[in-house]
C-alpha cells in the first residue's frame, strides 16, 4: 500500500509517462536545497502520512545529492517494513544518514 502510493505511476494526466510521486518530492526537494543550501530536509506526517513519511525518508536517505541526515519526525505510524526495512533503516541512522523519530501513544 504506501510503497505503491509512492512508487507507482501518477495518474494525472498532465504527469509525464512513468512519474511516480516520489519522483515528484525528489525534484522538488533537489530544487529547494540547491535554492537553501544550508538548509536541512524534515519529514513529518501524522497516522497513515507518518507511514508515508517514514518510508519516503529511508529512500530520501539513499539519495546522494540531498544532504544529510534526512529527519524523519512522526506522530501515531503503524508499523510498516519488515526485518530487511529494519536493519536497513539501522544502517541509515548509525551512519548518519537518517534520523528517524516515531512518537506513539499507548
Same mark, same amino acid.
Given at each position: 500500500?504506501?510503497?505503491n502510493?509512492?512508487?507507482?505511476?501518477t495518474?494525472?494526466e498532465s504527469?509525464?509517462?512513468?512519474?511516480?510521486?516520489?519522483?515528484?518530492?525528489? +525534484? &522538488?526537494?533537489?530544487?529547494?536545497?540547491?535554492?537553501y543550501? %544550508?538548509?536541512?530536509?524534515?519529514?513529518?506526517?501524522?497516522?497513515?502520512?507518518?507511514?508515508?513519511?517514514?518510508?519516503?525518508?529511508?529512500?530520501?536517505?539513499?539519495?546522494? &545529492?540531498?544532504?544529510?541526515?534526512?529527519?524523519?519526525?512522526?506522530?501515531?505510524?503503524?508499523?510498516?517494513?519488515?526485518?530487511?526495512?529494519?536493519?536497513?533503516?539501522?544502517?541509515? +541512522?548509525?551512519?548518519?544518514?537518517?534520523?528517524?523519530?516515531?512518537?506513539?501513544? %499507548?
Open positions: 500500500g504506501f510503497y502510493y509512492l512508487f507507482n505511476e495518474e494525472d504527469d509525464l509517462k512513468g512519474t511516480t510521486k516520489y519522483d515528484q518530492i525528489l +525534484e &522538488d526537494l533537489k530544487e529547494l536545497t540547491v535554492k543550501p %544550508d538548509h536541512k530536509v524534515y519529514v513529518t506526517g501524522h497516522s497513515l502520512g507518518a507511514a508515508l513519511s517514514g518510508l519516503c525518508s529511508f529512500f530520501l536517505a539513499c539519495e546522494p &545529492d540531498l544532504p544529510k541526515p534526512i529527519s524523519c519526525i512522526n506522530f501515531a505510524s503503524p508499523r510498516f517494513g519488515g526485518e530487511i526495512y529494519y536493519e536497513s533503516s539501522q544502517y541509515l +541512522e548509525k551512519t548518519k544518514q537518517l534520523r528517524m523519530l516515531r512518537s506513539v501513544n %499507548d
